[in-house]
């Protein structure tokens, strides 16, 4: 079993900055990848950054420039770094691991954590 634990979040007013972290725990293979996603209220959830354990980023076009994707594979653990907030990046942030075990996909969420950006 896997668990992801996130934390980080909080109220920040517009262009400041908060750094969120989420810790893996459990069985992760290696391969797998880990990823922030956000959902605003009344809104679909959707990929913020992710990034590979070999280190290959991907962002979305709201955080690209704004935002950081980063890990320590020997603690498991995952980072955004968030600069330049504004009021649009509101959402419960949560963490993700995805990998693969004799092809089967393991697909793990954290609880989330919120993040408010006043204007």
């Known amino acids: 079993q896997v668990q992801l634990v996130e934390s980080g979040g909080g109220l920040v007013q517009a262009g400041g900055s908060l750094r969120l972290t989420c810790a893996a725990s459990?069985?992760?293979?290696?391969?797998?990848?880990m990823a922030w996603y956000r959902q605003a209220p009344g809104k679909q959830r959707e990929l913020v950054a992710s990034?590979?354990?070999?280190?290959?980023?991907r962002y979305a076009d709201s955080a690209k420039g704004r935002f950081t994707i980063s890990r320590d594979n020997a603690k498991n653990t995952v980072y955004l770094q968030m600069n330049s907030l504004k009021p649009e990046d509101t959402a419960v942030y949560y963490c993700n691991v995805l990998f693969l075990v004799l092809s089967t996909v393991k697909n793990y969420w954290g609880q989330g954590t919120q993040v408010t950006v006043s204007s």
């Open positions: 459990g069985n992760i293979f290696s391969g797998n990848v």
């Open positions: 990034i590979a354990d070999g280190g290959t980023t």
